[in-house]
């Protein structure tokens, strides 16, 4: 029976990958690894430092330098950069309009893909982002790409933003969440597409206990054949 999967989620923002993948985690007592996260830590420097998101190597040296983390503190993953939480800190929507720009750019994903393969590399981790199943871990053991309709996806966005105390008008929200599918889905370095051995699940009207019973119920049973 094998017990350490490589579980990888994928899919488009607001698709519900963040809140599945956590709970799966929990429920099979895994590690769950947001890499979306480590992405937003990245860019919040960038827009700290004022780097122009169009000044590439300026960036690239930015992302050589520095260190994103992924810590457990009292049973609640925290990201940090350089040492700094901001965990909260990167859900804003500033660091939302960025994080395409800078997580296009290949030295930018080399260094974080490399420490993504660090931590889940033993397994017993649940992974998820845009790349995970064709760029991080291709072999991984259960792969599944996540989708939901815009509308679905941009109330639970709302949602999001209203629990940090942040009011945005639904269609801005719907037209972010195109653009930064348009911008994931068009880049030329790990490009947002789903692996051709991933499950598709789509959550526009699924509950996420059930999105999570999916995933466990698949999990469990590829430990049972092993």
């Known amino acids: 029976m094998k017990k350490n999967l490589i579980i990888a989620i994928d899919g488009p923002a607001a698709s519900g990958k963040t809140t599945t993948a956590k709970l799966v985690a929990q429920q099979l007592g895994y590690l769950h690894i947001d890499t979306g996260a480590m992405y937003r830590a990245f860019t919040l420097k960038v827009l700290r430092e004022g780097v122009p998101l169009d000044n590439i190597s300026e960036i690239a040296r930015l992302a050589s330098e520095s260190q994103v983390e992924l810590r457990n503190i009292e049973g609640m993953q925290r990201v940090l950069i350089d040492g700094e939480d901001v965990t909260e800190k990167v859900r804003t929507p500033e660091v939302t309009g960025a994080v395409s720009a800078v997580s296009s750019i290949p030295t930018v994903r080399a260094v974080m893909v490399r420490e993504q393969q660090r931590l889940g590399k033993d397994g017993c981790v649940v992974l998820e982002g845009r790349d995970i199943g064709t ?33 945005v008008e639904i269609g801005q929200i719907k037209d972010d969440l195109q653009r930064r599918d348009d911008l994931d889905s068009r880049r030329e370095v790990s490009p947002l597409r789903k692996a051709e051995d991933a499950i598709t699940l789509d959550t526009s009207d699924l509950t996420v206990e059930k999105q999570v019973e999916i995933v466990v119920t698949k999990a469990k049973a590829l430990m049972e054949k092993s």
């Open 135 to 167: 760029v991080v871990f291709p072999n991984a053991d259960l792969k599944v790409f996540m989708l939901a309709g815009i509308d679905a996806r941009a109330t639970r966005r709302r949602d999001e933003l209203s629990m940090m105390g942040a009011t």
